[in-house]
């Protein structure tokens, strides 16, 4: 089936809305999600069964030709061979809607395409095999089909087998879209967060208007972004001739509720748990211990919302009223890959700052709102770079929290010096006509400790250096992934 593709003029946008539901309906929402567990874990164990059948027919000495037919991984595939079995798998299957269990056959699918991609290299990243989901897991059933409506009252939206459903907040700012003719509704994800409220997100493509607003440009034309975890400085904004012109705070909003969880996973600790290890097996939780576990997540679903709304108000302002926009690309995940107990103290602080949260936010805002967002290379020395005479640091820690030149003698604060490096990078991008929020990668020349950099020629002129090839296979895969 082709890709959707978004009409000219129109971008893509979500629109969340948190749900009152009845008893009833969060009920129906359980058994939707429940339902597309099920056909998750029915059909990887299906797909892992005839993997292992294949594998063992070859350590027999069968040839290819004889080996038992390989299961087609595609949503099609898939959803045609669980419409074969959902009888005996589910013989429930008609109280759900059929969204439900193309939910999980559609996860499926995307998870075994990424394995195979990532096997073959033909995909950035690893990607391991998918695991069976536990009832623990995440809840969440997305509609592509049926009736999905906004109601006209502004507090109702409706659901394909799931009916009228009440909101906490007035979806006014979609609906007006969907009566001027704005937007247009194309699918509706419903989730539950660790808190245990469920939300409701609508996936709709908008026309938005082709000229860049009036409010663009109100502040500095070019600047950089440099992301840090101190309590005085998630993001630090500069302009290229070096001045300082905002400083976002950090929420910290995870440490400040470490207090809290810790008493109460002790409480959890000393109650009745769904796990009796001394009988190795599980057991019905307690009343206490489930609503202790609600208040955990509670506090846990608290700390991300304060979070989430520091950089949505810090990103919108900054797509609101700069042309340019550079920030840097950083591996977050793999900042926090190693170290264990040696660094969970930082590793908790680059959870708790969601570095990676700023430049994803920036990327749809920048479309929005008609600016342009240049990222620096993941190797772009910025914070090694003095911004005074363009020379390189040959070593900065990261208790290193004033930069000092060692040939100029200039002594500035590191994530300032960082910033301003990051906005000479992209202030050649003003004068280009590029699509907005294109997000190139700018500085990819100044990428390795041997070769010399400066700051006044960082403009993205620098030569490209090539791809890092994918490791070399140990053996050829088949068109389903397994190993030949």
Not at 76 to 90: C, F, S, V, Y
Not at 91 to 102: G, Q, R, V
Not at 144 to 160: F, K, M, Q, Y
């Amino acid at each position: 089936m082709a890709k959707f593709e978004v009409p000219e003029g129109w971008t893509a946008q979500a629109y969340r809305f948190a749900l009152d539901p009845s008893p009833t309906q969060v009920r129906a929402f359980r058994s939707h999600a429940g339902a597309a567990r099920k056909a998750y874990n029915t059909m990887l164990a299906l797909v892992k069964a005839v993997m292992d059948q294949r594998r063992a027919e070859r350590s027999y000495g069968i040839a290819e030709a004889g080996l038992t037919p390989a299961l087609n991984w595609s949503l099609a595939g898939l959803r045609k061979e669980w419409n074969r079995r959902k009888d005996k798998a589910a013989p429930w299957w008609a109280e759900n809607s059929k969204e439900a269990y193309n939910t999980g056959l559609d996860a499926l699918a995307r998870g075994l395409d990424a394995w195979s991609k990532s096997r073959k290299g033909e995909r950035a990243g690893a990607a391991g095999f998918p695991v069976f989901k536990s009832a623990r897991s995440r809840r969440s059933v997305r509609f592509a089909t049926g009736s999905i409506r906004v109601e006209a009252d502004r507090h109702h939206v409706t659901l394909p087998r799931l009916g009228r459903i009440r909101t906490h907040e007035s979806t006014r700012k979609l609906a007006r879209r969907i009566e001027a003719g704005t937007a247009r509704v194309l699918s509706a994800t419903l989730s539950e967060d660790p808190a245990g409220r469920w939300h409701v997100a609508f996936q709709a493509i908008v026309r938005r208007s082709a000229g860049v607003p009036g409010h663009i440009g109100a502040g500095a034309p070019a600047v950089g972004v440099d992301v840090g975890v101190k309590a005085d400085s998630l993001l630090v904004i500069a302009t290229p001739d070096g001045r300082e012109i905002g400083r976002v705070p950090a929420p910290k909003s995870l440490t400040a509720a470490q207090a809290r969880l810790r008493g109460l996973q002790r409480k959890a600790a000393r109650q009745q748990g769904p796990w009796d290890p001394g009988a190795k097996t599980s057991k019905p939780p307690s009343k206490r211990w489930a609503r202790t576990n609600r208040r955990i997540g509670r506090t846990h679903a608290h700390a991300a919302a304060v979070r989430r709304d520091v950089l949505h108000k810090a990103t919108t302002s900054l797509a609101q009223r700069h042309q340019v926009i550079t920030v840097e690309t950083l591996n977050a995940s793999g900042m926090r890959s190693a170290g264990g107990a040696y660094k969970r103290g930082l590793n908790r602080a680059l959870a708790d700052a969601a570095l990676a949260e700023v430049r994803r936010m920036l990327t749809y805002k920048c479309s929005w709102y008609g600016s342009t967002l240049v990222e620096a290379s993941r190797y772009f020395p910025s914070s090694k770079l003095c911004s005074g005479c363009g020379r390189r640091k040959p070593s900065l820690t990261l208790a290193d929290r004033t930069y000092v030149c060692d040939h100029c003698g200039l002594r500035i604060d590191r994530d300032l010096n960082a910033a301003v490096n990051l906005a000479r990078l992209g202030e050649p991008r003003l004068g280009e006509q590029s699509p907005a929020g294109s997000g190139p990668v700018a500085g990819r020349g100044a990428t390795r400790e041997t070769e010399p950099a400066r700051a006044g020629d960082a403009g993205g002129r620098e030569t490209s250096t090539p791809h890092r090839q994918p490791p070399g296979k140990t053996g050829t895969a088949s068109p389903q992934g397994e190993a030949a």
